[in-house]
């Protein structure tokens, strides 16, 4: 069994950082893709793509970039979600996950408050 285990979520103020981490049970290499998702409050279950990693390429998307960056250490087995200049907008519960040829797997996620 897989497990993905997010840390490094917290409170932060507005325009401040934080790194999240995202450590595989197994090689990183053995997924067709990893990627950063996240739940604001109130929409309920949706999880939306933050950050996919596909080929060893981190690639935010569009209302993150710029912002946000993803890279990876393979000797960890390990995704780092770099956060920067934070807003109350990017408050949400971070969830990892990642894709291989038989299944889909999830972190537990963390928690990201961005408020002053």
């Known amino acids: 069994q897989v497990q993905l285990v997010e840390s490094g979520g917290g409170l932060v103020q507005p325009g401040g950082s934080l790194i999240l981490s995202c450590t595989a049970s197994?090689?990183?290499?053995?997924?067709?893709?990893m990627g950063w998702y996240r739940r604001p409050p109130g929409i309920g279950a949706q999880r939306e793509l933050v950050?996919?990693?596909?080929?060893?390429?981190?690639d935010p998307v569009d209302s993150v970039k710029g912002r946000f960056t993803v890279s990876r250490d393979q000797t960890l087995n390990t995704v780092y979600l770099q956060m920067n200049n934070l807003k109350p907008e990017d408050t949400a519960v971070y969830y990892c996950?990642?894709?291989?040829?038989?299944?889909?797997?999830w972190g537990q996620g963390t928690q990201v408050t961005v408020s002053s």
């Open positions: 996950g990642a894709v291989d040829r038989t299944d889909v797997y």
């Open positions: 197994r090689s990183i290499y053995d997924f067709v893709a």
């Open positions: 950050a996919a990693v596909i080929g060893g390429r981190g």
